[in-house]
């Protein structure tokens, strides 16, 4: 990610690992950085294949994104906090 997708995490989301590559990390944050802070509902974002590209800071072929969204479907995470 580049100094253009500043997103804002908590504590706990920034030391979370739980398994996930730094790939599937990146590709995360690359979607959360499309979130608005203004936006106070659930909206739905899309990104293309350049965006996407542009986030990372890489080049990916559409088995990498494939690869990435059936590893990530098969992972979830839980954070216990008392917000």
């Known amino acids: 990610m580049n100094n253009k997708n500043i ?3 908590s504590h706990d989301l920034n030391h979370f690992r739980g398994g996930y ?8 944050y690359a979607f959360i950085s499309t979130i608005k ?7 739905l974002y899309t990104l293309t294949l350049k965006e996407l590209e542009d986030k990372l800071q890489k080049r990916l072929q559409l088995r990498d994104i494939e690869y990435i969204f059936d590893s990530l479907i098969s992972k979830s995470f839980k954070i216990n906090n008392e917000k």
């Not at 590559?21 to 995360?28: G, W, Y």
């Not at 802070?37 to 909206?43: I, N, P, R």
Request: no cysteine; glycine share 0%.
């Open 37 to 43: 802070d203004e936006d106070e509902e659930f909206k």
């Open 21 to 28: 590559t730094r790939l599937e990390l990146d590709f995360i």
């Open 7 to 9: 997103i804002k995490t």
